[in-house]
């Protein structure tokens, strides 16, 4: 499998799904993950929560399972997690494993694979439509989404879209979100006591994209959507500038306005590793 370059220095974007595919070892800090978050609910308007989120740890530093392995092999990761709101019940899970490189890609439906402990998954992502399935012994998703053409890129203090500083000076990396897809499809898991339930349902959703060079290893991420859909996305640093104070209510307006330009203490050099992002409906 031939995978995509990317550089650091002279930042350049392809299409969103161009980028999709998965990018070769450009540092000993490549990373990259695929992300998606929904609130579906199953035909007489129960709610749940979803997420799965699979991780490529492709440089050395990103991971200690990617010291060591052979140039055509990678380390990798998910995320996956599940909430049944009316039976108050949680799946979470984390499956790692350590791959061939050319099995985490198929070409003739630009489709991310993913296969590692008793998890298997295809996502394929073509013009304004993605197909998602995850299969597992307890949770499996079988979900078509779309309205994958409205794309949204993060913008920073570097002002280069598409492009973020991610803490550290030397930690950069390229970012975009897909920030409304509807979603249509099936749920099946073992629930509360056991039983095995399959649902069929419809929500919505949100996609992000990531990958460069990059170490930072905390972050907060939140989405919160209200009736009036506007959508956007924020960063806050956790460390400010020193001695900046924030007069009362102005963090919140600094994480909701970061669409428009960000706060004046976001433009300044504040070295740090850690910082949250907020994507927001209004």
Known sequence: MATLS???TEPALRSPVAEWQPHGKQSESTTEWWYLTAVVHDTVGNPYFLVWCPFHFTGEKASPASAGLPRDQRAIAAMTGFTDYRDNFRIGDFPVGVVNEADTWDATTNSLRFAARDYKSEWSYNGDTMHLTVTSPQLSYDLRLTGAEQVMYAKDKLGIQGFIQEGAREDRSYYYSLPRVEIV????YIGKGGVRREIDVTGQGWVDRQWGDFLTKSWEWSSVRFFQRRPGQSVQLRQQPPGRDLPEGRRLHAM????????????????????AIMGLEL
């Open 6 to 8: 990317y550089s650091i």
């Open 185 to 188: 499809g099936r749920i099946t």
């Open 256 to 275: 909701a306005g970061l669409l428009s330009r960000p706060p004046e203490w976001l433009s300044q050099d504040a070295p740090a590793r850690s910082m």
